[in-house]
């Protein structure tokens, strides 16, 4: 069984930083991308990074570049998201989702909820201003 579970969400005073992880387990990730999206009250769920298990290669939404950090433990099974010099506006559940790597993480479908095949339940970050 396919399982992503998320945990590190809480509650932060902007400014302030926050891990998320997110463990993989039930099939081999090894050709899969990872991302982190998040989904806001009354918004679409929107890319926020991706990286690949293999070659080091991340990608980022613009709101959050030079802000976040996504990487990952492959003995672990886990990838993480830092979130450094927290916004209010980051206030979201966020969320770890598989993509198969078909259209490999330079494409433009991995910012894409629909290229996803696999997702966790997510974690609540709030950011108090």
């Known amino acids: 069984q396919v399982q992503l579970v998320e945990s590190g969400g809480g509650l932060v005073q902007a400014g302030g930083s926050l891990r998320l992880s997110c463990a993989a387990s039930?099939?081999?990730?090894?050709?899969?991308?990872m991302g982190w999206f998040r989904q806001a009250p009354g918004k679409e769920r929107e890319f926020v990074a991706a990286?690949?298990?293999?070659?080091?290669?991340?990608r980022y939404a613009n709101s959050v570049k030079g802000r976040f950090t996504i990487s990952r433990d492959n003995a672990k099974n886990t990838i993480y998201l830092q979130m450094n010099s927290l916004k209010p506006e980051d206030t979201a559940v966020y969320y770890c989702a598989a993509d198969n790597g078909a259209g490999g993480i330079l494409s433009p479908s991995v910012t894409l909820t629909t290229s996803y095949d696999y997702w966790g339940q997510g974690t609540q970050v709030t950011v108090s201003s």
């Open positions: 990286i690949t298990w293999t070659v080091y290669i991340t």
């Open positions: 039930g099939r081999s990730f090894s050709d899969y991308v």
